[in-house]
C-alpha cells in the first residue's frame, strides 16, 4: 500500500492502519494520500463490506501535520484548497467505517474519528480539539461534527480550552459508541466489522446514506428520505431472502443485491 497507510483484508473487512509512528501519525499528505487510495480500494472492491480505521496503541492521530503547515501563508493555503485534496474521501466512502481509537486523537484525528460512522475508544484513548494552543482551528469539521455529537457547550468547553477529553467522558458525551480495554480494542471492532459486514451490502449503505442525512436536513425530509429507502429496498434480494429466512426459522445468505 503505502509506508504510512497500511492495509489488510481480512474476510469482509479491510483493516487500514495508520503508521507514522515517529511523528505520532500526523496527518501530512503522504497519510491522506494513502488513505484516499485504501479507501478507494475497499469501496472498489465487491467482497468488502466494513471497514476499520484505526493507529497505534499509543496515538490514532495527533492532528494534522503542524511541521507541515507552521510556514503556511494564507495565500497558498486558499488557493491550494488547503486539507481539502483527500481529505473529504472518508466523508464521501459509502460503506460503513469504524474508528478504533487508542491514545491521542487530537486536531484532525479527532476530526477523522468523527468522520467514521462508529468510534469505539480504548480507556487510554484521549480526544480533542486542541488547535486554540497553537493559534488556529479546526479545519477538518471538528467545530461543526464536535456540537452535533457532544452539544454546543461541550463542544465549546473543548474547542475553547484546548483540553483533552478522556474515553469515559467521551462515552458520557456521546462521541464513542463503546469503551473498551487497550489489549481488546482491535478485535471488538474488527469482531463488530465483521457481524456488520455479513449484512446486506447494499442495505447497509442504504442504512448509512440515511442516518446521514438527519444531518443534512429539515426533520419531515428526512423522514421522507428513510420511507423512500425502505419502499427501496424491497426492490432487493437481500430483502426477499431476509424476510424468508426470518419466516422458516433460519439464517439468512445474503447475496448483496
Ligand atoms: N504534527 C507534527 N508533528 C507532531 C504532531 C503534529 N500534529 N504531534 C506530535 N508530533 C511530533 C512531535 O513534534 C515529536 O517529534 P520529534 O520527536 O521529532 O520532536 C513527536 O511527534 C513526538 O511528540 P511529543 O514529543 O510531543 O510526544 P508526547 O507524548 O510528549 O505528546 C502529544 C503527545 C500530546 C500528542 C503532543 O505531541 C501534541 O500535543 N501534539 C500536537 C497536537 C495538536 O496540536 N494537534 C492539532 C494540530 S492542528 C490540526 O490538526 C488542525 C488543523 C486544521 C486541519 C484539520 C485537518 C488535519
Redesign the pocket.
Known sequence: MSDVIQLELQGRVALIRIHRP???N???DAVMDGLRAALDQAEAHADIGCVVLTGSE??FA????????QHLDFAEAFSTDF?TRN?ERLRTFRKPVIAAVSG?A????C??AMMCDLVFASESA?FG???I??G?????G?TQRLPRAVGKAMAMDLCLTGRLMDAQEALRAGLVSRVLPTDKLLEEALATAQKIASYSLPALMMMKETVNRSFESPLSEGIWYERRMLHATFALADQKEGMNAFLEKRAPHFQHK
Do not use: C, S, Y
Open positions: 515517529e511523528a505520532m500526523a496527518l501530512n499509543k496515538v495527533a492532528g494534522a501535520d503542524i511541521a507541515a503547515m486539507i481529505w491521542f487530537l486536531g484532525g484525528g476530526e477523522l484521549r480539539q486542541p488547535e494552543k497553537i488556529t482551528l479546526p479545519g477538518a471538528g
